[in-house]
């Protein structure tokens, strides 16, 4: 294995990093919730939920924040090599997972584990691990 220095980022990922954290700290802390994304989008979508206007400000921020990066700096350009079949079943196998886990990413990988939650290290174990087995076996496996 060989790392691609040019593209080796660590300050940015440290700062992105750092940045995700806090927000999800400042979330829990001024709401009384954890930031799981999915669960905020479900919560949100669902009919007379409360705390609706947090919660649409929370993903709206999500969605402008490649619009406010823009002001600084290029925005990364975005490469998907599957099509719109594996992207749609990707998805739809995400959704999956994050409904029957009880959660996501950002619900158990960052803020279940910082609040050292058994369920979410687990959910966060199964997640990784599943997504390690299957870049091995698509790249390593099948050459795709």
Same mark, same amino acid.
């Given at each position: 294995?060989?790392?691609?220095?040019?593209?080796?980022? #660590?300050?940015?990922?440290?700062? /992105? %990093?750092? *940045?995700?954290?806090?927000? +999800?700290? !400042?979330? =829990?802390?001024?709401?009384g919730r954890v930031a799981g994304i999915s669960g905020l989008l479900g919560s949100l979508l669902?009919?007379?939920?409360?705390?609706?206007?947090?919660?649409?400000?929370?993903?709206?921020?999500?969605?402008?924040?490649?619009?406010?990066?823009?002001?600084?700096?290029?925005? #990364?350009?975005?490469?998907?090599? /599957? %099509?719109? *079949?594996?992207?749609?079943? +990707?998805? !739809?196998? =995400?959704?999956?997972?994050?409904?029957?886990?009880?959660?996501?990413?950002?619900?158990?990988?960052?803020?279940?584990?910082?609040?050292?939650?058994?369920?979410?290290?687990?959910?966060?174990?199964?997640?990784?691990?599943?997504?390690?087995?299957?870049?091995?076996?698509?790249?390593?496996?099948?050459?795709?």
């Amino acid at each position: 294995m060989s790392i691609d220095w040019m593209n080796f980022t #660590p300050w940015s990922a440290l700062a /992105g %990093g750092a *940045l995700i954290g806090l927000a +999800a700290a !400042l979330f =829990v802390a001024f709401n009384g919730r954890v930031a799981g994304i999915s669960g905020l989008l479900g919560s949100l979508l669902a009919r007379g939920g409360e705390g609706r206007g947090e919660k649409a400000l929370f993903l709206l921020g999500l969605l402008l924040a490649p619009l406010l990066w823009q002001l600084f700096a290029a925005l #990364p350009v975005i490469e998907f090599q /599957g %099509g719109w *079949l594996s992207l749609t079943l +990707a998805g !739809l196998l =995400v959704g999956l997972g994050s409904r029957y886990g009880a959660g996501c990413t950002s619900g158990h990988g960052v803020c279940g584990i910082s609040r050292l939650s058994p369920r979410s290290w687990v959910a966060t174990g199964v997640f990784m691990g599943a997504g390690f087995i299957t870049v091995f076996i698509l790249r390593h496996l099948l050459g795709a």
